[in-house]
């Protein structure tokens, strides 16, 4: 799993495009933004476009999830989503970033509008 900064966050998906950088862009395709948070955290504030999947129903629901896309786990501090990274990671996903600090990350270096809790 890789670890990602809020900043790379932002660039990525500053630089990337929905159709992964047609007409030889180099610019690669948006990640998925999976927030594995509780529905009152997501409530609060959320990182645009994100998908809320809480942690406990990833097992259950796993199969929302394409197995080769490139996934942004995110959750308020960055623990409960590396546990979640790592998760998918033993089912056989390929692509796998999580999110260092979480939405906390976010507020402080990106988004100082984003709500804090
Ligand atoms: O969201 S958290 O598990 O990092 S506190």
């Not at 409530?43 to 998908?51: K, Q, R």
């Not at 406990?56 to 959750?75: F, G, K, M, N, T």
Request: aromatic share 6%; glycine share 8%.
């Amino acid at each position: 799993m890789q670890q990602l900064s809020a900043t790379q966050l932002k660039e990525w998906l500053t630089a990337s495009t929905p159709a992964g950088g047609s007409g030889g862009s180099p610019a690669r395709r948006p990640p998925l933004l999976l927030d594995v948070r509780e529905p009152w955290e997501f409530e609060l504030c959320h990182l645009a476009d994100s998908l809320l999947l809480p942690m406990q129903s990833v097992p259950a629901r796993i199969d929302e999830l394409e197995r080769d896309a490139d996934i942004v786990v995110i959750c308020h501090h960055g623990v409960r989503s590396r546990q979640v990274g790592g998760f998918l990671e033993r089912q056989g996903f390929t692509s796998i970033y999580n999110l260092s600090g979480g939405v906390d990350a976010w507020a402080n270096d990106v988004d100082p509008a984003m709500h804090k809790y």
